[in-house]
Structure formats: C-alpha cells, structure tokens
C-alpha cells in the first residue's frame, strides 16, 4: 500500500487489490468506520472488472469513482474521490498502451493537481 499526503492536504492511498469485487465489503466498512476522510483519493489496481459490472455495485459510500477495466482477464484501475471535490477525468491525456486514469482536481484555493493512477502491464515496456 502506498500512502502520501500533499500540500493541499489531500491523502493519497494506492493498493493492488487482485479483485476489486471480493474487497468491497472491506472496504465498505472501513470507510462507514473511518471519520476524516474528505480528502482521502483511493487508487485501485488490479481490479479485474469488466463492463458487466456496474459503478454501482461498486460504489463506495460518500465518494465518486472513474475505472479503466481490461478487456480479458486480470488487470483495471478504478479511482475513488470524495463527493465534495471539485474533480474530472482527463481522457486527453490517456492511451490505450497504458492501463491508467488521469484526473485533475481543482484544489479549495483554485490550484489544479493532476493525479494518475496506473496499473503495470507486464507485456508494456517504456
């Protein structure tokens, strides 16, 4: 797990998961658990979703989320962001070599923040 917080307070938490689906009753209760957590970003990869899967089934309360599922088996990202953040995605900056979303987030004294989040492909070399 990998955690930062930045300068405009905002904490970011990635975690490889190996199945997003399998995890949701986790983490469900530790954000129903968890006071504080208005500024908290989850990453997410290897998710291994599929479009057969709808956002709502894997809502997380209080938070908004983007996913990039892999076509076949194993791999995704999903990005979970709290209700009252200014945030969108930024398809613009994404490809279909990388498994990965992009946000910006408009910061409370109008900053912008670009976050990434990406999954290793085994097969991509850079």
Same mark, same amino acid.
């Given at each position: 797990?990998?955690?930062?917080?930045?300068?405009?307070?905002?904490?970011?938490?990635?975690?490889?998961?190996?199945?997003?689906?399998?995890?949701?009753? +986790?983490? &469900?209760?530790?954000?129903?658990?968890?006071?504080?957590?208005? &500024?908290?970003?989850?990453?997410?990869?290897?998710?291994?979703?599929?479009?057969?899967?709808?956002?709502?089934?894997?809502?997380?309360?209080?938070?908004?989320?983007? &996913?990039?599922?892999?076509?076949?088996?194993?791999?995704?990202?999903?990005?979970?962001?709290?209700?009252?953040?200014?945030?969108?995605?930024? +398809?613009?900056?994404?490809?279909?070599?990388?498994?990965?979303?992009?946000? +910006?987030?408009?910061?409370?004294?109008?900053? &912008?923040?670009?976050?990434?989040?990406?999954?290793?492909?085994?097969?991509?070399?850079?």
């Amino acid at each position: 797990m990998l955690l930062n917080r930045n300068k405009a307070g905002y904490v970011l938490c990635h975690l490889n998961v190996r199945s997003l689906y399998k995890s949701l009753d +986790e983490l &469900r209760y530790l954000i129903g658990h968890c006071e504080g957590l208005n &500024r908290l970003f989850l990453s997410f990869s290897e998710t291994w979703l599929s479009s057969e899967i709808p956002d709502g089934a894997i809502s997380l309360p209080g938070y908004k989320l983007y &996913r990039k599922d892999r076509d076949g088996h194993g791999g995704g990202v999903v990005v979970y962001y709290p209700d009252g953040v200014k945030a969108k995605r930024r +398809e613009d900056l994404e490809c279909t070599e990388i498994e990965g979303i992009w946000m +910006e987030v408009v910061t409370s004294k109008k900053k &912008r923040l670009l976050l990434f989040a990406v999954q290793k492909q085994c097969d991509f070399i850079i």
